[in-house]
């Protein structure tokens, strides 16, 4: 009778964690001009625009057809995320582990933050948002291994967490609906994650090749391709 119950209980969690994501369909996609797209924003002073990154070092703004309206004068090294508020525009290099924060009128650089960390190079913050159920501004890594680091509004670090087994990279991050969503490059996959203790609450799987940033916006959901040069749009994950 034991091995009869080890048995039917490794079947029910096998079948259990053999169970597949949902799939989400795109409404559709449209070709944009930023070369090498890392992360987008909308910009929340102006409507049907974005705040785009690129692995080339520069920070856009984006109108909804795709067309660069603005490009900051600064050059950065590997930006892969942004994040934008009502006071700032905030984009996070992963080659030199810093923030940088850009005036939204002009786009100029004002400050600088270091955040020095020991992971590959090419395997640091991947990505930058803000939790705003915990107050908190949000970095996290790529990949081997992933952390969510927590730092306050003068961008002081203040906390880490393990996000261990969550994915197999972090490619993006944002929030919306009080929540905070990430996305998964090489699992293509999107994840909603509890605001209090980040753990996972459901994901879904996207058919998209390269998935490198995501944004809500306008009752859709934005996903960015790096390879293809593409912006999907989405439905709002149920």
């Not at 930023?34 to 070092?57: C, L, T, W, Y």
């Not at 699992?187 to 996207?206: H, T």
Request: glycine share 4%; charged share 25%; aromatic share 14%.
């Amino acid at each position: 009778m034991r091995l009869l119950f080890i048995i039917v209980i490794g079947l029910s969690t096998y079948t259990l964690s053999a169970q597949k994501p949902p799939k989400l369909k795109p409404f559709g996609y449209i070709h944009i001009d930023v070369p090498e797209p890392s992360d987008i924003i909308a910009n929340p002073f102006k409507p049907n625009h974005f705040f785009v990154v690129s692995d080339d070092g520069f920070l856009f703004e984006m109108n909804r057809d795709g067309k660069i309206t603005r490009k900051a004068d600064f050059t950065g090294i590997d930006c892969e995320g942004v994040y934008a508020n009502d006071t700032a525009i905030f984009v996070v290099e992963e080659y030199t582990r810093k923030i940088r924060v850009f005036d939204y009128a002009s786009l100029s650089l004002q400050q600088t933050a270091i955040f020095p960390y020991s992971g590959g190079r090419n395997k640091g913050y991947e990505s930058i948002t803000y939790n705003e159920v915990r107050q908190r501004f949000l970095m996290i890594t790529e990949k081997d291994p992933i952390y969510l680091v927590e730092l306050d509004k003068d961008l002081n670090r203040v906390n880490e967490v393990y996000l261990e087994g969550i994915a197999r990279d972090i490619s993006a991050a944002t929030w919306y609906d009080n929540h905070v969503w990430l996305l998964s490059d090489e699992d293509m996959e999107v994840i909603k994650l509890n605001p209090n203790n980040y753990q996972e609450i459901m994901r879904w799987r996207i058919p998209i090749i390269n998935p490198e940033g995501i944004c809500f916006y306008d009752n859709r959901m934005f996903i960015l391709s790096d390879d293809m040069e593409r912006l999907y749009e989405f439905p709002i994950p149920q």
